[in-house]
């Protein structure tokens, strides 16, 4: 069963608030001209009523509908949600109500997918933050959960089992490394070699990487993979691998669609290249 309350609205000192309005730049931060921010969700808050009678569809800058929801400015969020009008739903008065009510973070779903302990200690990482440093994706909690369910349980795993910062032992998750990217890789090593194998190899990681893209890149040439170009294609991410995988074959080799029948071809390159790497 889902559990997003907990990474939406954490405890009563802060709640999330980045994906309002849906609409927004996606480069936006909840920490960018921080004190304007502040000043438009009290002053959202103080005119609710005057904004409500004269509705305005909103644009991708802010929305006169996100304020504090508590007259300490602890917690921000929608001012308009049915939980605050007796069950209305008064978000189509911004003209986004269904993009509003399915807004969903890839950080949320993963959270989750957590045990109610991994939660715990995730949201312990943030116990100290308001709503603004909470919310923000420089947060080390929202980084930690832009990469796949089980690369975050092994280093919560991990991280519980030793005593040194959080931040000094895994933000080279995020300060050297790609999610969309490295996944499928992070994951493979995490698993067969522990996390301090990949921590003290990065720079070969990063040549790994770059020699397994050009590899899959020039899959094309190889006379195996030329018997299947017959076959249909199909899009890269319903390929019968995993998603992380996919991803790699995306982003990093540009490789948006292939034949169906190249799973094998691609699964077995990708494992080759990974062994050399687990063994040098
Ligand atoms: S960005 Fe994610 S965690 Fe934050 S409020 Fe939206 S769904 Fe919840
Ligand atoms: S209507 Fe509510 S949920 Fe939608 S963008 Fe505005 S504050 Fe966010």
């Known amino acids: ?15 999330c608030f980045y994906c309002c309005p849906p609409i927004r730049d996606p480069e936006a931060d909840t920490l960018d001209n921080i004190e304007e921010r502040r000043t438009t969700l009290r002053a959202n808050r103080k005119n609710l009523l005057e904004n409500i009678t004269r509705a305005q569809e909103i644009s991708g800058e802010s929305c006169w509908g996100l304020g504090f929801l508590d007259d300490d400015e602890k917690q921000a969020g929608c001012l308009l949600h ?7 739903d008064l978000r189509h008065l911004t003209g986004y109500q269904f993009k509003c009510a399915n807004a969903l973070c890839r950080e949320a779903l993963i959270f989750a997918e957590l045990s109610p302990k991994e939660q715990e200690f995730c949201l312990n990482l943030c116990r100290d933050m308001d709503s603004f440093t909470y919310s923000s994706r420089s947060n080390p909690l929202m980084k930690l959960l832009a990469w796949e369910t089980g690369i975050v349980q092994f280093v919560i795993a991990d991280s519980c089992r030793n005593e040194a910062p959080f931040i000094d032992q895994y933000s080279f998750l995020w300060q050297k490394l790609d999610f969309r990217l490295d996944g499928y890789l992070v ?16 720079q070969h990681f990063i040549i790994l990487r770059k020699q397994l893209t050009a590899e899959l890149k020039d899959l094309k040439n190889d006379p195996a993979f030329k018997n299947l170009s017959d076959t249909a294609l199909v899009p890269t991410h319903k390929l019968d691998i995993p998603l992380s995988l996919s991803r790699l074959l995306k982003f990093g080799a540009n490789l948006w669609e ?23």
């Open 258 to 280: 292939l034949p169906a029948a190249s799973r094998e071809l691609i699964l077995s390159r990708t494992e080759q290249t990974l062994e050399k790497f687990l063994h040098s």
């Open 187 to 202: 994951y493979e090593i995490f698993k067969k070699a522990g996390i301090d194998f990949l921590r003290n190899r990065l």
């Open 82 to 88: 049915p939980l605050r009008h007796d069950g209305n």
């Open 1 to 15: 069963m889902l559990k997003l309350a907990s990474l939406c609205f954490p405890d009563d000192k802060k709640s």
